[in-house]
């Protein structure tokens, strides 16, 4: 994939699951890249695996200053040229049992983060002569899911937060598509049981969960030159879940 080396990219929650995927490719492929999370032993342990070519910096994604922390700490090393809003919770509770404070905390990690995430690039790709933001949905963020109203209300935001983007930012030479993961092996299903993740598997029409190095491939996809007149797009990547 072309548009690698010499870039620097931001990944918020990328201090596990899918975002350590991304940024262990990210580095392979030749970039720079500032992982972000609030999991401190976690982002150090990783910046470490990866070496030079990899700084991690300590984020809340609901904080406005902590965001424009990160945004310097990366244009400091280079050109910043793309953003993943990669953190994300997740809580199944149903509809009668979820409490605002349930809800309130799924809108403003999942929804308000990646606004902010969003905002707080765009001067600095506007600097480096252009970017790319991928926003992290999920396949609930095209058809929802049982005893999920609060993640559902958030990532359908996520994705018509990314179409609103992308319109606006086009003429920045900006652009900015969401994926929309199925059930993927990591640690966020841990909130599930074994018996509820197996049920939902076997919904799937490829019958397994897909890894987090398969959702890493398409993200560099949206985040390299190959993908330059793809913008508003929201591409589900699910095993066929959302059929």
Known sequence: MAGFVDRVFLISGGARGLGSAQARDLVAAGAQVVIADLLLDQGHALAAELG?????QPLDVTSEAQWAQAVAVAEAIGPLRG??????????VPL??????????????????TFLGMRAVVPAFERSGGGAIVNMSSTVGLRSAPNAIAY???????????????LELAARNIRVNSVHPGPI???????RSAEDNLRRVRQVP??????????????????????????????AIDGGAAL
Not at 185 to 191: C, F, P
């Open 52 to 56: 030079a070519a990899c700084v991690f």
């Open 83 to 92: 953003l993943v809003n990669n953190a994300g919770v997740y809580t199944p």
């Open 96 to 113: 009668l049992d979820t409490d605002t404070a349930q809800f309130e905390r799924h809108t403003r990690v999942n929804q308000l983060g």
């Open 152 to 166: 559902t209300a958030s990532k359908w935001a996520v994705r018509g937060m990314t179409k609103a983007a992308a």
């Open 185 to 191: 092996d990591t640690d966020m299903l841990g909130v």
């Open 206 to 235: 490829m019958q397994r969960m897909g890894t987090k190095e398969e959702i890493a491939k398409l993200v560099l996809f949206l985040l390299s030159d190959d993908s330059l007149y793809m913008t508003g797009s929201e591409l």
